[in-house]
């Protein structure tokens, strides 16, 4: 399970890139593997402020139709438009071209609650029993 280093993580298998008082979101290496090949995924409009823990789109696979929620509240200044014509970016690229959203961070105190990389692959383990 790749999990870069500068990077923080949900429970939810979200990660994260802060940039100052942004922030890009994709799902995880760990995710992606679980729902394995990505044929679809569904992203908010450019300008919609969702709140932490809301569901911002959705991700389909051939096994599974899974939401992605929002880890920390903002709104949204970009989606990543490649996803639309090549959903497999997620599965091959998850960190990189498979990236999902761009926000605006409209609360960073949140940001305290997310994880490390380290603290991630724990719980990733723990939840795998």
Do not use: C
């Not at 994260?16 to 990505?38: F, K, Y």
């Not at 300008?47 to 509240?73: N, Q, R």
């Amino acid at each position: 399970m790749d999990t870069p280093e500068e990077l923080q993580y949900t429970k939810e298998h979200e990660w994260l890139m802060i940039e100052g008082n942004a922030a890009r979101i994709g799902i995880t290496d760990h995710a992606q593997q679980e729902l394995g090949d990505v044929v679809y995924v569904e992203l908010p409009d450019v300008g919609k402020t969702l709140d932490k823990g809301e569901s911002f789109g959705s991700v389909e696979s051939v096994k599974a139709v899974s939401e992605i929620y929002m880890p920390l509240s903002g709104t949204v200044t970009e989606v990543n438009e490649v996803l639309a014509d090549t959903p497999e970016e997620v599965n091959g690229s998850p960190y990189g071209d498979g990236w999902m959203i761009r926000i605006e961070i409209a609360d960073s105190s949140q940001i305290d609650q997310l994880m490390t990389p380290e603290e991630y692959v724990t719980y990733v383990e723990e939840e795998a029993g």
